[in-house]
């Protein structure tokens, strides 16, 4: 990957922002969107290659970790856990899709705080140094869920990438592995 010195400095910005206030969790859209136009357009993975802020963020601050490694269990690099992660992947985005029409619809509450592995609470509300006033609460609802699942995914390749090597997480990574399908396709 060429690493540019500072792109993991975007994923630490997004954190950031999200106490600024929760709505900038939606940017993370971006981060979901452009790897896969990049596949079509460029034909290869590039994203992951050179751009990628949350491989950044995992090579630049575990690559002087000051142990060694352990080897990668076989079952990441040669597919069963890929697999899970992309179910988990399409599970969630399901739930929040769900809920956050059923909040739309004002057959639900809006959720105001975190969650781990999207059902697990976080005790701990988020504080907010600006506030947006008129935004409609199933917008709120599905940034809390943006953040909560980009919060999840990151502390879990954090720390794979503390146990096993620094870019564990891209072995299992949703993103990769639909990646790679796509592109394989597109060469068939
Ligand atoms: S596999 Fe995932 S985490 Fe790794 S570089 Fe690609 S998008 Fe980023």
Not at 19 to 36: D, E, R, S, Y
Not at 176 to 182: E, N, R, V, Y
Request: aromatic share 18%; proline share 5%.
């Amino acid at each position: 990957m060429r690493n540019h010195k500072l792109l993991f400095t975007i994923t630490l910005s997004y954190f950031l922002l999200g106490f600024v206030n929760i709505h900038f969790a939606l940017l993370g859209i971006f981060c979901m969107t452009i790897p896969f136009f990049l596949v079509f357009k460029t034909k290869k993975k590039t994203w992951c290659q050179g751009y990628c802020p949350r491989a950044a963020l995992y090579t630049t601050t575990l690559k002087h970790k000051g142990w060694n490694s352990l080897n990668t269990p076989n079952y990441f690099v040669h597919g069963e856990m890929r697999w899970v992660m992309l179910t988990y992947f399409a599970v969630s985005l399901f739930f929040i899709t769900m809920t956050t029409i059923a909040v739309a619809k004002g057959v639900r509450a809006p959720m105001n705080y975190l969650r781990f592995f999207v059902v697990y609470p976080i005790p701990f509300s988020m504080p907010q140094l600006i506030q947006f006033s008129k935004v409609t609460p199933w917008i709120t609802h599905l940034a809390y869920r943006f953040y909560s699942m980009m919060m999840t995914t990151t502390i879990l390749g954090f720390t794979l990438g503390l146990i096993y090597r620094p870019r564990t997480w891209c072995t299992i990574c949703p993103v990769g592995t639909m990646s790679d399908s796509l592109l394989k396709k597109k060469r068939r």
